[in-house]
């Protein structure tokens, strides 16, 4: 029997579900999610891996017009990452028409020839069957408008699992004969520090408004495993974060009336990350700023972002 494996971009506007299917595909939470633009910042690998096969699902940021340093760093991001793939999945919710942003974006698969392209609308449990067909019809002739045919179109919610096993099927047949790229027991191959820092950074964007949720980013200062007691112990780690944010006004949101907002991100965070870690931690957050780092390349780079 031969083996099939598969580098696979997940693509799309801000806010069409890529975070979620790529969960969805890997069947357990590797990726951040949040009802915010831009929450994705980096080109994250899911691992799906199963009998006969393997693919490494790579989801990146919401393409758009940007209107920082970051933003255009993002873009280059996913045009970066659809080089060399081997299927790229662009996401269209059933939800919302299909325009100007959803174009831009087909014209750039259009020039990645080798490539199979499919389209996933995503967010059906969210639409009326009754317009299904006309969001089929526009996103058919939106791969027309931008020069190439679909390979494969799937409606499919991933909130509720309906049609996922479908792209993975779609998307293991078309992956070419390869022996695995990672071992069978990883699901990401992203650094654990960056996994925890998104972990923080979602739950301090939770429920904040406006610019506040794209001027966030977190930095992990340290972190240390403690000694084991005995052998069945559970691990504990010591974990020391700051929360980045661009004015004072932002730094006085997140930490809220006597602290209160930064306990309950603590809290939160805290909750997802021994899940992650599988251990008991000790969290401490510290929020500083940095003045207008989105638009500034030297607080980009020590960040982590790249820029052309």
Known sequence: MTHKSAFVAIVGRPNTG????????????VVITS???NTTRSAIRGIVT???FQLVVVDTPGVHKPKTLLGGALNTMVSENMDSVDSIVLCIPAVEAIGAGD?????????????????AITMIDMAKKSEMPEQLMAASKLATDAGFQWDDIVPLSAKTDDQVQLLINLLAKYAPDSPPFYP???????ELTTQIADLIREAAIEDVFEEVPHSIAVMI?????????????????DIHASIIVERDSQ?????????ERLKSVGIAARSEIEKKLKGKIFLGLHVK???NWQSDAKALSKLGFTQQ
């Open 103 to 119: 174009l831009y974006i087909a014209k750039e698969i259009a020039g990645h020839k080798s490539a199979k392209k499919i389209c």
């Open 35 to 37: 009802h915010h633009p």
């Open 289 to 291: 700023v940095m003045p």
């Open 50 to 52: 199963r009998p006969g």
């Open 221 to 237: 200062d340290e972190i240390s495993e403690r000694e084991k007691r005995t052998e069945s112990e559970r691990p504990f780690f």
């Open 251 to 259: 730094k006085a949101i997140i930490i809220g009336a006597k602290g």
């Open 184 to 190: 069978a027991d990883m699901t990401s191959d992203q």
């Open 18 to 29: 890529k975070s979620t299917l790529v969960n969805a595909l890997v069947g357990e939470k």
